[in-house]
């Protein structure tokens, strides 16, 4: 069951932390465990969140890592997917995470600069508010079938100009 309440002022394990916070961590995990348990994150997002915002939070958990791999400090520490405590660092991240969203920028500067350069920092900021604005999309319907009606609306206006020509 997702933990929906008040994320706890200092989480210890996974159960701590609210749902989108908890994927947060797992895809982060799954990530740098390899590509072949990244698919298990991208098959929960696509089938869950509309395209748009599945595209996002996968790239967004890519930009956290490249901002770390490039202009990280030092590289991050994180739990295998078995253990349910978190690392000083994912500890990092979810603080982090939690005050990029409620939007407290002198929290945000001090954390994100312990962990990479001034240079990676919008990147890692970016890449925390990113995730968060797709997984807000998580309960949003996300459509199955084509819509017939919205489909023949557009025939009955479509204007049949060529976007481009091939010249042999």
């Given amino acids: 069951m ?6 706890n002022n200092n989480p210890r394990e996974i159960s701590d932390l609210t749902f989108n ?29 509309p395209p748009a915002a599945a595209r996002i939070s996968l790239n967004s958990v890519e930009m956290v890592i490249n901002s770390v791999r490039y202009h990280g400090k030092k590289s991050l520490t994180l739990n295998c997917t078995c253990m349910p405590n978190l690392s ?24 994100a ?12 900021v970016n890449a925390l508010i990113s995730f968060h ?7 949003s319907p996300v459509p199955k079938q084509t819509d017939r009606l ?10 049949c100009v060529p976007a481009s020509k091939m010249i042999h």
């Fill in 133 to 139: 604005m797709a997984m807000e999309t998580i309960d």
């Fill in 88 to 111: 000083s660092d994912e500890l990092d991240l979810i603080t982090l995470y939690r005050s990029v969203n409620i939007e407290q920028n002198q929290i945000n500067a001090s954390i």
């Fill in 21 to 49: 916070e908890q994927v947060f961590i797992w895809a982060l995990r799954m990530k740098l465990r390899g590509e072949e348990f990244f698919k298990k994150v991208v098959a929960h997002c696509e089938k869950n969140l």
């Fill in 113 to 124: 600069s312990s962990m990479v350069t001034i240079e990676g920092t919008e990147m890692l």
């Fill in 150 to 159: 919205l489909v023949a609306r557009q025939k009955q206006y479509e204007v």
């Fill in 2 to 7: 997702p933990n929906k309440s008040a994320p």
